[in-house]
């Protein structure tokens, strides 16, 4: 019973001890708010809303769908696909 606490301990210890390691290691220099890896598009935060999506099932979530200038007049136009 004893060894089996210790042995738990050590685990949880490993394992926070690991995140942190890992999280430092993944930067924070918060340079990239999404979290995603890629660098957000410059002037991300002047885009539109262009739709909301929901998506039922497992995930059941809400999002938005966001576009810049350029999206939007090929939205309201009708163009597919859109341009880059």
């Given at each position: 019973?004893?060894?089996?606490?210790?042995?738990?301990?050590l685990t949880v210890l490993v394992v926070g001890l690991?995140?942190?390691?890992?999280?430092?290691?993944?930067?924070?220099?918060n340079k990239n708010p999404s979290g995603f890896g890629d660098t957000p598009p410059a002037g991300y935060r002047d885009w539109k809303?262009?739709?909301v999506?929901?998506?039922?099932?497992?995930?059941?979530?809400?999002?938005?769908?966001?576009?810049n200038d350029i999206a939007v007049k090929a939205y309201r136009e009708g163009?597919?696909?859109?341009?880059?």
């Open positions: 019973m004893k060894h089996t606490k210790v042995l738990a301990l690991g995140g942190i390691v890992l999280s430092s290691a993944a930067g924070g220099d809303l262009i739709s999506a929901h998506e039922e099932g497992e995930l059941n979530d809400l999002r938005a769908i966001l576009g163009t597919l696909p859109f341009p880059d």
